[in-house]
């Protein structure tokens, strides 16, 4: 087993460190900078974002033939992690949900004319794009196959749409979306994927929803379908696909969030550490008390198994296993990590911790949606169990490279 990263790797993970120390970070810390949803205001994100182009650490999940860098998923984790040190780092680099997951499905199954005319925009940055998925009660959720209600029905030489979808990340600004409805009632065949432009007719975002925030760029919207007229070259992979299409697209997008995560989890305990090293009580650092440092070995010890999850399931990942079981892992662990890390920030910090002069309740807020993203923690928890019964003692099963 080598743990060491790849010297081109750990090149590039150093230069988008050092970009985002260097550029990123000053203008986080001065709330101007924010938009009204607590993002990046979008003239200093278009500069930052030319100035990550010419550093060429542009689209680090893309091939190098589209403007990427050509990671791999193992490459991904390293970098990932660096460059959302910062609350405004992963969009800066085009590598922020929904925009990667979609990226890369569209990479591995879409047909050469959808990659030039759905894929590349996203690529290059010029359109933001969306994944509309879950839907209202009785509509889908975790249990995408069996309670979709969104449909779409042959007419002609048109598949004709409508449907109710809700949080649907990103779509107040994208322009490209993803849209999975059922086709058919077979239980293994009845979804699949269709391709859209914002200009289409036959939809309306209903409403952007208030949420606890921060929000991403475009918010989380509810989506009206009433009579969206879709071609046949705007399917994804086939039709009856869209479980395919989902299971391709959901574990890398599962497990990006995680790498991100994980910078945020480091930047708390970068905070922490900052403030107790420097706060007096008691005649004496903070950092001296015993039950802080309990506290925070704990949670430095409980990210770096985040890690150890996340890079395994990378790895998994690279020599095209599905994953399933280690991304579940790692969705578990590295979300109830994040929580863990800037809960106990904000705790050493007391009152400052609380408000805004620290970045923490953003990251406190921002956290919070991670134990419920991308399937609930219950669910992956489930599938899990499901496996170990299925597996036994096997489901602790070593890999054997071969002599």
Request: charged share 25%; aromatic share 8%.
């Amino acid at each position: 087993m080598d743990f060491s990263l790849p010297r081109d790797i750990e090149q590039y993970r150093q230069r988008i460190s050092t970009f985002v120390d260097e550029r990123i970070m000053p203008l986080e810390r001065d709330r101007a900078n924010y938009d009204e949803h607590e993002n990046i205001v979008d003239h200093h994100l278009q500069r930052l974002r030319g100035e990550v182009k010419e550093a060429g650490l542009w689209s680090p999940q893309m091939p190098q033939y589209r403007g990427g860098m050509g990671l791999s998923m193992v490459g991904m984790a390293a970098c990932y992690e660096a460059m959302n040190r910062s609350i405004f780092g992963p969009v800066c680099f085009n590598a922020v949900a929904p925009d990667d997951g979609n990226m890369m499905v569209l990479e591995k199954v879409g047909t050469d004319e959808q990659k030039t005319r759905w894929l590349q925009p996203i690529v290059d940055g010029r359109v933001r794009s969306a994944f509309a998925l879950t839907e209202p009660h009785p509509g889908a959720g975790s249990d995408m196959a069996g309670m979709m209600q969104t449909r779409a029905e042959r007419r002609g030489d048109r598949w004709v749409i409508n449907g109710h979808k809700w949080f649907i990340t990103g779509a107040g600004l994208a322009e490209h979306f993803m849209l999975v409805a059922r086709t058919s009632d077979d239980a293994r065949k009845g979804l699949t994927v269709f391709l859209f432009h914002r200009d289409q007719p036959g939809w309306e975002i209903k409403r952007r929803i208030p949420i606890m925030g921060p929000e991403e760029h475009g918010g989380h919207c509810e989506l009206i379908f009433d009579g969206l007229e879709i071609p046949d070259d705007q399917v994804v992979l086939g039709v009856g696909e869209g479980m395919k299409v989902a299971q391709i697209r959901l574990a890398p997008a599962r497990l990006t969030h995680c790498m991100r995560w994980l910078g945020l989890a480091q930047r708390a305990m970068e905070e922490a550490l900052g403030h107790v090293e420097m706060r007096q009580a008691f005649g004496a650092a903070l950092a001296d008390n015993q039950s802080i440092q309990t506290s925070l070995g704990e949670v430095a010890m409980e990210i770096e198994v985040g890690r150890t999850l996340v890079m395994k399931a990378a790895w998994a990942l690279d020599q095209g296993s599905f994953a399933r079981k280690e991304v579940s892992m790692a969705k578990v662990a590295v979300s109830n990590v994040l929580n863990k890390a800037v809960d106990l920030a904000i705790q050493v910090h007391g009152a400052k911790g609380y408000s805004q002069d620290t970045v923490l309740e953003w990251i406190y807020r921002y956290a919070r949606q991670a134990r419920i993203v991308d399937g609930a923690t219950e669910v992956h928890q489930m599938l899990l169990a499901r496996m170990l019964r299925s597996e036994g003692n096997d489901f602790w099963q070593w890999g054997v490279a071969d002599s």
